[in-house]
């Protein structure tokens, strides 16, 4: 049995990067549970919660899909940033995630560069990324892109608010 990993689908002929649309949110939604489960984390979300963040009367975030001929085959989100002691604005580049069978055909690259594009646009100064201590792919990804990695100093805290 072969692990869709290690499956190649030819690459679309049109790939096109866009904004999301309300009529992405079942894809969208499915393509964040898939990268969840790659993580071993659950995931909670709705195309509802998403719909409210996407295009809600305050959206809290920008999401960039990839669209092949038969759907969608990859995204991005994007969160604002702000460096406080620097007045700076940034944006993190919180999700990317290209699906199994399309990877390896620059997909992820062309999201990456797109939210470039929207960061600077916004007036950012900077767009970040993190990816786990042990995914050593995604870190030559990133470089490669270059990223500069920092080092993490301090902890993060979290209270619940509800």
């Not at 509802?48 to 085959?73: C, H, K, M, S, Y």
């Not at 990456?112 to 990816?131: E, F, M, P």
Request: charged residues 20%; hydrophobic residues 40%; glycine residues 10%.
């Amino acid at each position: 049995m072969l692990d869709d990993s290690e499956i190649s689908l030819l690459r679309p002929p049109v790939i096109t990067i866009r904004h999301a649309h309300p009529r992405d949110l079942p894809e969208l939604n499915d393509m964040i549970r898939l990268l969840a489960a790659h993580h071993g984390d659950p995931s909670a979300t709705t195309p509802e919660q998403l719909e409210r963040d996407l295009f809600g009367p305050v959206p809290w975030i920008t999401a960039l899909v990839a669209e092949g001929e038969n759907g969608l085959i990859g995204y991005a989100i994007l969160v604002p940033l702000y460096r406080a002691q620097e007045g700076q604005r940034g944006m993190d580049l919180h999700h990317l995630f290209v699906r199994d069978g399309h990877r390896g055909h620059g997909i992820g690259q062309h999201l990456v560069n797109r939210a470039r594009d929207i960061a600077r646009k916004a007036g950012c100064g900077y767009l970040s990324v993190s990816a786990a201590t042990g995914n050593v792919q995604a870190h030559r990804f990133y470089e490669q892109m270059d990223f500069k990695p920092r080092p993490v100093t301090g902890m993060r805290y979290l209270q619940a608010l509800a």
